[in-house]
């Protein structure tokens, strides 16, 4: 059941509720790609919870129609019930599209929203940026997470991305902004340490790069991990956020040490070079590969070569992590085929 909240109200929720490590899952398509795997969708929302995550991103950025996607969000919600906060990704072609998803997304059991930013969008001033970020926060009751991110080419404006002054701005403006996805600057860790220091007494701040995620846990009180492909590190993600929140700093480290050789392979093999876009097709088969379902993703789409595959598949060898043995040519099928 959908609980209702107002828009004064999801920030003292959010500070309750929305905590742990929050992943990802890519939406599974029947065999003819014509439809929704339910059989496939249901199996991943199952191996989130099982591996002890909290929340998930149900991801909208791949080919997938409106409603389509209000399908895929109802049978998340009624896979996990209260079990898992489900995070409606604004990624669709506009923003007036946006808003209308995210009023349906939210009607069919999402609880917070990824604010995206379409190819489209070419803001010529900060002032244009607030706008629509300002536009879609009053348009929606869900919990916002504001998304720092160099993907969106707002560098040109700032080198920030969003500037910590429009983020606060936003904080003061839209009471259902509760988080910042602080990846501004990246590859530093500029842009979450700024936000921090300017904000985390009001919103929670996340670092969704497991790597930095961690190290910055050992240094400040991190209360989340939202959103990413850390399923691929099978239940190691929410696993060393708990030990460093309980103060066992070298155990949360020593983990992840042990399994650099993953994160290594993620950041060097996953992002698409100068396309400026996140590889969901090598999302999806490193989760297949931690036993999530797989299978088909329909067009365009990237496509997965047998030595992109086996670097992912060595990666969690080399860091003693669960792996698959099903053969690569499994994962076009997916696990539960429709």
């Not at 905590?19 to 003819?32: L, M, Q, R, T």
């Not at 504001?146 to 009471?175: C, I, N, Q």
């Not at 983990?255 to 994160?263: D, E, F, G, H, Q």
């Not at 690569?328 to 997916?334: A, K, R, T």
């Amino acid at each position: 059941m959908t609980i209702a909240i107002g828009k004064h109200e999801v920030r003292d929720w959010a500070h309750e509720h929305f905590h742990g490590v929050n992943n990802v899952v890519i939406p599974s398509f029947s065999a003819d790609l014509t439809r929704l795997n339910e059989r496939g969708i249901r199996h991943d929302v199952r191996r989130v919870i099982e591996l002890g995550f909290t929340g998930t991103l149900l991801v909208s950025e791949v080919n997938i129609t409106l409603d389509e996607y209000v399908r895929f969000t109802e049978i998340a919600h009624d896979e996990a019930g209260d079990r898992l906060n489900l995070i409606f990704h604004a990624s669709f072609n506009t923003l007036e599209e946006n808003i209308v998803a995210a009023r349906q997304a939210a009607a069919a059991g999402a609880r917070l929203a990824l604010l995206s930013y379409p190819p489209g969008f070419y803001p010529k001033s900060l002032q244009e940026l607030y706008d629509y970020t300002k536009a879609f926060c009053d348009a929606t009751d869900l919990a916002v997470i504001l998304f720092p991110m160099t993907h969106w080419g707002f560098e040109r404006l700032h080198s920030a991305s969003l500037p910590v002054d429009m983020l606060t701005d936003l904080v003061d403006a839209a009471p259902n902004v509760v988080s910042v996805k602080a990846e501004g600057g990246f590859p530093s860790v500029a842009g979450f340490a700024h936000a921090w220091h300017r904000l985390s007494e009001k919103v929670l701040i996340t670092m969704p790069i497991i790597q930095e995620a961690i190290a910055l846990a050992a240094l400040v009180p991190l209360r989340v991990i939202a959103t990413s492909n850390t399923e691929y590190y099978g239940d190691t993600a929410p696993r060393m956020l708990a030990l460093a929140q309980e103060g066992k700093i070298d155990q949360a480290m020593d983990l992840l040490w042990k399994i650099a050789p993953a994160w290594r392979a993620n950041g060097n093999v996953a992002p698409v070079p100068h396309a400026h876009s996140v590889n969901r097709a090598a999302w999806k088969y490193q989760a297949w590969l931690a036993g999530f379902n797989g299978g088909p993703m329909r067009v365009p789409a990237n496509r997965l070569h047998s030595g992109e595959m086996a670097a992912f598949r060595r990666a969690l060898v080399d860091s003693g992590l669960w792996v698959t043995q099903d053969p690569d040519e499994d994962y076009f099928v997916g696990r539960n085929p429709e």
